[in-house]
């Protein structure tokens, strides 16, 4: 039953064109090919192809110095943006999934060759209050119902010229039906992500683009 919420309503990218987007790419380091396939065997949900295509473009663009990540999973996006940063970019990662952790700090012992990521552990709502500013790159891809209550802490924390970029804001095509066309279940997240997507475009500390890559992407430059 669960699975026919997939095949409903509208599907953001076309399938076609994202595998033949794809098949263009050059691809990521065969570790990394190996963790992908490691999570997804697992069911731990990373960042989808596209997204990390796109991420690995803002990384050589923006060149960022520290970077902020809310929702490490198993350190797969981590240890993409590890390898394909500068050698003297810092990584923060955050997660509370405690079966996750020991994983994500596996793969980094193993993986994180220039020691780039350090990992909190805990709940980001708690641990975002408590970091200082000067992030240039923050890349929020955690519980969708909570990027809304990150954000003041996020611009707070994010230099000016930074990107906040956040993953899964089209939250798999359901943001853009009636809350009544959604399940009972995501009717929290679906409010609480269109308030999220308004306040980002609204919010006079950014200008933002959203984007339909992977599954909904925003980027917002901090003014
Ligand atoms: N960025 C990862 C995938 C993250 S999946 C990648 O692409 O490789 C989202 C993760 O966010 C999950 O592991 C979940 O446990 C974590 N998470 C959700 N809410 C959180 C919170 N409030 N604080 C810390 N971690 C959170
Ligand atoms: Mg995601």
Do not use: W
Request: with cysteine; aromatic share 8%; proline share 3%.
């Amino acid at each position: 039953m669960k699975r026919q919420r997939k095949q409903k309503i509208v599907e953001i990218n076309e399938e076609r064109f994202t595998s033949f987007i794809n098949s263009m790419d050059r691809g990521n380091e065969p570790y990394l090919d190996e963790l992908e396939r490691d999570a997804l065997s697992n069911d731990v949900p990373i960042i989808r192809k596209d997204t990390q295509t796109l991420l690995k473009f803002l990384l050589k663009m923006q060149k960022p110095k520290n970077i902020l990540e809310v929702g490490c999973a198993i350190g797969f996006s981590a240890l993409l943006m590890s390898e394909y940063s500068e050698p003297d970019c810092k990584i923060t990662t955050i997660e509370k999934f405690e079966k996750r952790i020991p994983i994500a700090k596996d793969n980094f012992n193993k993986f994180d060759k220039g020691n780039k990521i350090t990992l909190l552990e805990g709940d980001a709502t708690e641990i975002l209050k408590e970091l200082d500013p000067g992030y240039d790159f923050i890349f929020m891809d955690a519980a969708k119902g909570q990027y809304i209550n990150f954000l003041p802490d996020c611009t707070r924390i994010l230099n000016k010229g930074g990107l906040l970029i956040s993953d899964n804001v089209l939250q798999d095509g359901d943001v853009i039906e009636s809350r009544f066309a959604v399940t009972r279940r995501n009717r929290t997240i679906h409010a609480r992500m269109r308030e999220y997507l308004y306040e980002l475009k609204h919010n006079d500390n950014y200008e933002t683009v959203i984007l339909t890559v992977g599954d909904g992407m925003t980027l917002s430059y901090k003014l």
